[in-house]
């Protein structure tokens, strides 16, 4: 089975633009949950997707933004992008929404993102 | 809210020698589930292992297990027999039960060096 899959794998932007990472989540899988890791910070909840629809979210500014489509696979969106949002951006997927009791989130290779 | 600690930011370990990675975290809630990753230099995110809270057994995985110490809220990572490829970032982290907070918070991590 595919794992969780990233594109793309590194993304240099500038100050002000705007900036779309995907997720593909194994297959079977209908939750996808992103996160943020940087050095000072490690590792931050972003938002998790079930169905389509954002059921969970951090705290961060309104500038990030998902999505999920029907066949699961996510969309992240960073809008007026800041220095310090240079980051390592990991998607995990997971089979639902409930954490059951043999649930486990696994994660993709992660998308760097870096701007200047 | 709840919180993940990692005392430790950095270990070594000699090959085919034991260590122990420490982390303690605090909750109110009852049931929830436990994890360690490891993230080698590839930036890959692998779960080593995973503990339910209802359960007393500690859980194992080949060479690595954990000692779960629920009402002092300690979770350990017992690497036993370490291997070069055992070399890299390690993140305890708490995933909650609670359907409508599906979140997984993870600690600051641990970079675990191994000598040859």
């Known amino acids: 089975k595919a794992g969780v899959t990233q594109t793309p794998r590194y993304l240099i932007k500038t100050r002000g633009q705007q900036v779309t990472l995907s997720c593909s989540p194994i297959?079977?899988?209908?939750?996808v949950s992103w996160y943020q890791q940087t050095p000072g910070q490690g590792l931050q909840f972003l938002f998790e997707?079930?169905?389509?629809?954002?059921?969970n979210k951090g705290n961060f500014p309104g500038r990030f933004s998902g999505r999920q489509f029907s066949n699961s696979r996510s969309e992240m969106n960073v809008s007026t992008l800041e220095l310090g949002d240079s980051a390592l951006y990991l998607c995990?997927?997971?089979?639902?929404?409930?954490?059951?009791?043999?649930?486990?989130?696994?994660f993709g290779p992660g998308t760097r993102l870096t701007v200047l | 809210a709840q919180t993940v600690t990692q005392s430790q930011p950095e270990m070594s370990v000699q090959e085919a020698e034991t260590v122990t990675l420490s982390c303690t975290y605090d909750?109110?809630?009852?049931?929830?589930?436990l994890f360690w990753y490891k993230q080698p230099p590839s930036r890959q995110m692998i779960l080593v292992i995973r503990?339910?809270?209802?359960?007393?057994q500690n859980a194992t995985e080949n060479r690595f297990s954990v000692n779960f110490q629920k009402a002092a809220k300690s979770f350990s990572l017992k690497i036993s027999d370490s291997q070069l490829g055992d070399a890299a970032m390690y993140f305890c982290?708490?995933?909650?039960?609670?359907?409508?907070?599906?979140?997984?918070?993870f600690g600051p991590g641990t970079s675990l060096s191994v000598i040859p």
């Open positions: 503990q339910e809270a209802y359960k007393q």
């Open positions: 297959s079977g899988h209908r939750s």
């Open positions: 982290a708490y995933r909650t039960m609670k359907t409508s907070y599906d979140k997984v918070i």
């Open positions: 995990a997927s997971s089979r639902t929404l409930r954490s059951t009791r043999t649930d486990t989130q696994y």
């Open positions: 997707y079930f169905s389509e629809t954002q059921r």
């Open positions: 909750t109110s809630e009852s049931d929830y589930y």
